[in-house]
């Protein structure tokens, strides 16, 4: 099915594990060959031990809300109260979360039913504008089109932005392992950690992190990573601190 909005040509297209999305101009909004268990490998999985008592997080660039309906299957597995503000700048992608629907029982929240300990407040605007205006959080997370379709959303100056909205101990997960964006989050004061995928990377950063509380963040390191970091050299956990 393909239509127009506002000028952009866009499409359903089904991901590899029976998910739609859509294609928008030549991107699509969440990755079709992973579907949307890259939602959980990217923004979930790397803060999961921040889930616990009263947790504050800013999603920028929540589309459809796949990957907020993933955080709070999370946040109720660990019994945790959640408060999140998400940005979206398009009203036409948000409203496109009425049609798709990821395999997340809690995207049913995203659409509107409400729960207890649950407050999501979605506010259709330009994160550049407004994220200084919102208070702070104990977890961030960006997630864009990318550095080259939204360049502003992963500039030193809006990650500083970022960095500045965070608590103390606080963390960002990016959907991106462009070393691009990783310079500029080590500019804006962050401790970056590189996340490698099988076949992509993510970054997590820190506010005030030691070393040791930033790795107790990262997921464990799968039998295969753990191989190839053997036979090959390769660091799967690529700390940057300077």
């Not at 999305?21 to 060959?33: A, E, Q, R, S, V």
């Not at 997921?219 to 660091?235: A, H, I, S, V, Y």
Request: hydrophobic share 35%; charged share 25%.
């Amino acid at each position: 099915m393909t239509k127009e909005e506002k000028g952009e040509q866009v499409k359903r297209v089904i991901c590899s594990d029976g998910s739609m999305t859509m294609l928008i101009d030549d991107m699509f909004l969440h990755p079709p060959k992973y579907g949307a268990h890259h939602s959980v490998d990217v923004h979930v999985t790397p803060i999961a031990s921040l889930l616990s008592g009263n947790v504050r997080v800013l999603d920028i660039g929540f589309g459809t809300g796949w990957t907020v309906a993933a955080l709070i299957d999370e946040c109720i597995r660990r019994n945790c109260t959640l408060d999140l503000i998400g940005i979206e700048k398009s009203k036409e992608v948000y409203e496109q979360r009425l049609t798709l629907h990821p395999p997340f029982d809690a995207h049913k929240y995203v659409r509107g039913e409400q729960r207890e300990g649950l407050h999501v407040n979605v506010i259709i605007d330009d994160a550049t504008n407004i994220i200084t205006t919102l208070g702070t959080f104990n977890i961030i997370l960006l997630d864009g089109w990318n550095e080259h379709k939204t360049p502003e959303l992963y500039s030193e100056d809006f990650l500083k932005k970022c960095y500045d909205a965070l608590k103390q101990n606080g963390a960002i997960t990016v959907n991106t392992g462009s070393w691009n964006v990783k310079d500029n989050l080590v500019k804006a004061g962050f401790k970056v950690e590189t996340i490698a995928h099988k076949e992509y990377e993510s970054l997590v950063g820190g506010s005030e992190f030691s070393q040791q509380v930033l790795l107790t963040l990262l997921p464990p390191l799968q039998d295969d990573q753990l191989m190839e970091t053997r036979e090959t050299g390769k660091n799967h956990s690529l700390l940057q601190t300077r």
